[in-house]
């Protein structure tokens, strides 16, 4: 389903002059898997998607996803919704599950209007020229060096498996010697981000961590969630680069 709503905004400034309508429009599609969607559901979702353009009037575009679990064991989470907005540069995601689509969108919408809040206030606070602090972690992990391998044995270790080169965006998957174990490896070219920038990019895409290259450091990194508003950051090294008190 492909619906298009048009939100009528209100622009002008506190100097008297009368404000403005402006026309939004933002895409919402709504798709199945494994499942058929219903028209009292799409009905819903269009109700519903009233949250979003009230928080993010510039979103252009809302995928919403619907999946039914066939396992009776996972009956509980048997309906899963996975929603996707795209305001500008800025995607949001968020997703639940319930044992009825209905409450597992609603579960998801209160998600995703949280995450839209936290970004729109995070936008003022960047227009005054500062950010809110955020405690981490921070912590410098060496890594062991590997052990030296015995004349004559074989090299079946998930390093030798995913030693080929790789260019940007390719990706490979290899099988780990004769064991069952298949890896797959790709490349993703990223710019070097702050600490902050890295826990940001986190929170819009609703993960418990986020890879990255600090670009106060070099080193690749990863913030991750803790508890509360705890976050820890890992960064990697090797011993050779360690300084050395």
Known sequence: ????????????????????LEEVNMEIVVTGRHTQIKQRFRDVVETKMNRVTAIAPDAQRAQIVLTHE???????????????????????????????????LDMALDKLTLRLRRTRDRRKDHRRGYANPVPVDLGVIAPEPEPEELEGEPNNSPQAAVASDLGP????????????????????????????????????????????????TGRPSVVYHRHGWSYGVFEIDTPENVKKD
């Open 1 to 20: 389903m492909k619906l298009t709503r048009t939100v009528m905004m209100l622009f002008g400034t506190h100097s008297g002059k009368p404000l403005e």
């Open 70 to 104: 066939g396992n009776p064991r996972q009956a509980d989470t048997a309906k899963r919704v996975e929603i996707t907005v795209i305001a500008g540069r800025t995607v949001v995601r968020a997703e639940a599950s319930s044992t009825d689509e209905f409450s597992a």
């Open 169 to 216: 965006g390719e990706s490979v998957e290899v099988q780990v010697g004769d064991t069952p174990i298949v890896i797959r490896r790709k490349l993703h070219i990223a710019e070097p981000m702050s600490i902050d920038e890295a826990l940001y990019e986190m929170e819009l895409i609703g993960h418990d961590f986020f890879l990255f290259v600090n670009k106060e």
